[in-house]
């Protein structure tokens, strides 16, 4: 059975710092591209980041880059995303991600939530202002 927790979310101050993590399990986490989303209350999911199986390339929404960094440690099945410079618009809550890359190029890194198999169950990011 396949689990995808996250962890680290909660309230800061905006300009402040939150690292989010992922811990899948019951999947070859290597086999897979991995994905921030995120949904802010009356609007669409949107895809914040994805991180291909090697970590090799990423990418992020223009409202993110240069603020939030994605990683991965495929030893420790984990995902991460260090959110910095935070702003009250961040707020919302996020979602982990994972989608089979196996049979992809090593580059796979979808934006697109359809592409994505498996999700977590949310962590609430609140930036006050």
């Known amino acids: 059975q396949v689990q995808v927790v996250e962890s680290g979310g909660g309230l800061v101050q905006a300009g402040g710092f939150l690292r989010l993590s992922c811990t899948a399990s019951?999947?070859?986490?290597?086999?897979?591209?991995m994905g921030w989303f995120r949904q802010a209350p009356g609007k669409e999911r949107e895809g914040v980041s994805c991180?291909?199986?090697?970590?090799?390339?990423?990418l992020y929404d223009e409202l993110v880059l240069g603020r939030f960094t994605i990683s991965r440690d495929n030893a420790k099945n984990t995902l991460y995303l260090q959110m910095n410079s935070l702003k009250p618009e961040d707020t919302a809550m996020y979602y982990c991600a994972a989608a089979l890359a196996q049979y992809y190029s090593h580059h796979y890194c979808p934006l697109a939530d359809d592409q994505y198999e498996y999700w977590g169950q949310g962590i609430l990011v609140t930036v006050s202002s």
């Open positions: 991180i291909s199986r090697s970590g090799g390339t990423t």
């Open positions: 019951g999947l070859t986490f290597d086999d897979y591209a």
